[in-house]
């Protein structure tokens, strides 16, 4: 059983690829399913309380999830002012005389835009399991990837006994693609992630590799258009490939 739900945006989505820096960011497409389990674990704990989300988390962890993509997404390119802490320590850059820790720089940053609202979808190996618990999360989720990409949940989250062909589940190997499709490395629990190794109030560190994992998936989408300060990618729909195309399908 799948909790199907869809989102509009609110504001543009942008969230770090894990291997890019911090002066030099490239933004994934979509969220990813590690950032959607940590927003609905953050609304539980909001919603909930800490003690009831300790004992969600297990679930959470292992949900299945998927992504329905808009028509067409568009990550726009810039350069930002940013404020960090210097590398020497404080120092007095004005001649003021006051001594500041931090200072500015410029940075790379991407933000995404979607035509038209995307759709999540959520799954757990027990059917009836968290079946009220997921849709009352999903309503109180309001962004996902850094802070300041809001969404809006348009309409109350549904059940479906199984997912068509515009959905791509992120939490499994793929057996089937889009040759000419959208490569992402996508971050997810580990089966072993426990709740104390992601509050941040612990002090214990999670291993990427082993409780964050990296898992490649390729989106159903192609890059049409690029530009200066832009990069413009479609979604490829199976209806558009003809039965036998080898040069489009991989399995």
Same mark, same amino acid.
């Given at each position: 059983m799948w909790y199907v739900a869809a989102y509009q945006q609110t504001a543009l989505f942008s969230l770090r690829q894990s291997l890019s820096t911090s002066s030099g960011e490239t933004t994934l497409l979509i969220p990813t399913p590690f950032a959607l389990k940590m927003a609905l674990l953050d609304a539980a704990i909001r919603t909930q309380g800490k003690e009831q989300a300790t004992l969600l988390f297990p679930i959470l962890r292992d949900l299945q999830v998927a992504v329905r993509l808009p028509e067409q997404m568009v990550i726009i390119k810039s350069f930002l002012k940013i404020v960090r802490p210097k590398k020497?320590? %404080?120092?007095?850059?004005?001649?003021?005389?006051? =001594?500041?820790?931090?200072?500015?720089?410029? $940075?790379?940053?991407? @933000?995404? /835009?979607? %035509?038209?609202? @995307?759709? #999540?979808? !959520? %799954? &757990?190996?027990?059917?009836?399991?968290? %079946?009220?618990?997921? +849709?009352? !999360?999903? $309503?109180? *989720?309001?962004?996902?990837?850094?802070?300041?990409? /809001?969404? =809006? #949940?348009?309409?109350?989250?549904? =059940?479906?006994?199984? !997912?068509?062909?515009?959905? &791509?589940?992120? &939490?499994?190997?793929?057996?089937? /693609? @889009?040759?000419?499709?959208? #490569?992402?490395?996508?971050?997810?629990?580990?089966?072993?992630?426990? /709740?104390?190794?992601?509050?941040?109030?612990?002090?214990?560190?999670? +291993?990427?590799?082993?409780?964050?994992?990296?898992? $490649? *998936?390729?989106?159903?989408?192609?890059? +049409? =258009?690029?530009?200066r300060g832009f990069t413009l990618f479609q979604h490829i729909h199976a209806s558009e490939i003809r039965e036998g195309d080898s040069a489009t399908w991989q399995s």
């Open positions: 020497h320590g %404080s120092s007095d850059d004005t001649g003021s005389g006051l =001594q500041t820790p931090l200072g500015s720089s410029i $940075a790379n940053r991407e @933000f995404v /835009f979607y %035509s038209e609202p @995307f759709g #999540l979808a !959520l %799954s &757990t190996q027990d059917s009836n399991s968290l %079946s009220y618990e997921l +849709v009352q !999360l999903l $309503a109180q *989720i309001n962004y996902i990837g850094k802070r300041g990409s /809001f969404i =809006q #949940l348009l309409s109350v989250p549904q =059940q479906q006994e199984r !997912l068509d062909e515009q959905w &791509t589940v992120l &939490t499994t190997p793929q057996t089937r /693609f @889009f040759m000419d499709g959208t #490569l992402q490395m996508l971050d997810d629990c580990g089966a072993k992630l426990r /709740f104390e190794q992601v509050d941040v109030t612990s002090g214990i560190r999670l +291993v990427v590799g082993k409780d964050r994992i990296q898992r $490649a *998936i390729v989106l159903p989408c192609r890059q +049409v =258009q690029y530009g």
